[in-house]
């Protein structure tokens, strides 16, 4: 079979590390290329270690994270989507002929490369692929598809052929695509890990998570949503011991809220969940957040049975994430893998009374 000439684009670690699994594995025998934007921290030195693993044939960067600043102005996206050369002249790419274009998000990145492969090649095909499990519910930046749509009358879903995932079973989007299984996140695939490491700049050490409970902060901080997960810890905190409880940050914290209570945070920013959990064993720690998808990993990832609560019933205010389309899911994940170790408490109470009880057996 004829190797295909492939595109990819990401923006966030976690659709770098798909981007590496499928090149190593389900597009193994392909001419791949990657564009890597600086929406994401440090991107600079991601671009320049996966440069370096030789797994691409090309490696692109795309300084387009201004646009970001203008990302509810319709009248600015439009201007960008009429005149692509305003984003294509951010890319040091310079030819844009591909049989088949990945990507994830539909934001102006992706659908003004879109544009411009299709214009090199009227049958080109379009690829999705997974971002963790919020990708498994809704899909993201309709508004700008939208005005695609109006601009250059192209919708990205009539173009896709296949939507790449971990877990096709489990997927819930009202879209309906024909889904294609990733190869699983492998621990023993020495290859995948060395890469995976490298290009992160893993190096192996665990001491960071030596406490026996990990909360998984989310984003309601740094954007201004009002939930009481602040208090959440600090009781956590109470029963547990500071000195047993530590706070894994979520990547967007620029403040450090758990500090001034003496409460531990993870010192390494910039390393995505997934690969410490590919090289580390959490099966004596007890996971607990409110609805962060990083402790599903565990299950969707890598099938472990952590002791994990989801904490979602036990704030003032319930987080957005918490919709019906989360509790169908968690209801497919529990039919599939079981839900093995995790507890969803139905309020504050009693969660604390369970909480206390499986301090009282360690003991």
């Known amino acids: 079979m004829k190797s295909k000439h492939i595109l990819m684009i990401v923006n966030t670690y976690f659709q770098l590390i ?49 646009v970001s600043k203008h990302k509810k102005n319709y009248i600015h996206k439009i201007l960008r989507l009429v005149n ?22 539909k934001d102006i990145l992706s659908i003004t490369v879109m544009n411009e492969c299709l214009k090199n090649n009227q049958n080109l095909k379009i690829c999705r692929f997974e971002e963790g499990f919020g990708s498994y519910l809704s899909e993201t930046f309709l508004g700008t598809e939208r005005l695609n749509q109006i ?9 896709t052929e296949f939507y790449y995932c971990y877990n096709p079973d489990l997927m819930l989007l009202d879209e309906q695509f024909e889904y294609k299984k990733i190869f699983p996140l492998n621990r023993d ?44 810890v600090l009781k956590i905190a109470d029963i547990v011991g500071r000195e047993n409880l530590l706070v894994k940050l979520h990547p967007r914290s620029k403040v450090d809220r758990f500090k001034e209570y003496g409460i531990s945070t993870n010192k390494t920013i910039g390393i995505p969940w997934e690969v410490i959990q590919l090289n580390n064993d959490f099966s004596d720690k007890v996971f607990l957040t409110i609805s962060s998808g990083s402790v599903l990993a565990s299950k969707l990832y890598f099938n472990d ?59």
């Open 18 to 66: 798909v981007a590496i699994s499928l090149k190593l594995n389900n597009l193994k025998d392909d001419n791949v290329d990657i564009i890597i934007s600086d929406r994401s921290r440090d991107s600079d030195l991601i671009y320049n270690n996966i440069k370096k693993q030789n797994i691409f044939e090309n490696c692109y960067k795309a300084n387009i994270n201004f």
């Open 84 to 105: 692509r050369n305003s984003i294509l002249k951010h890319i040091n790419m310079q030819k844009y002929e591909y049989d088949y274009l990945y990507f994830y998000n």
């Open 151 to 159: 601009i250059n009358k192209l919708k990205i879903n009539d173009l």
């Open 189 to 232: 695939d020495a290859n995948l890990k060395n890469i995976i490491n490298s290009v992160f700049g893993y190096d192996g050490s665990n001491e960071e998570y030596k406490e026996k409970y990990i909360f998984f902060e989310e984003s309601f901080f740094c954007e201004k949503k009002k939930i009481n997960d602040l208090e959440l």
């Open 305 to 363: 049975n952590i002791k994990t609560y989801l904490l979602f019933n036990c704030t003032e205010q319930m987080s957005d994430m918490v919709t019906d389309k989360y509790h169908r899911y968690l209801e497919k994940v529990e039919e599939k893998f079981g839900l093995n170790g995790f507890i969803i408490p139905e309020d504050a109470d009693r969660f604390e009374k369970l909480l206390k009880k499986d301090l009282w057996k360690q003991q």
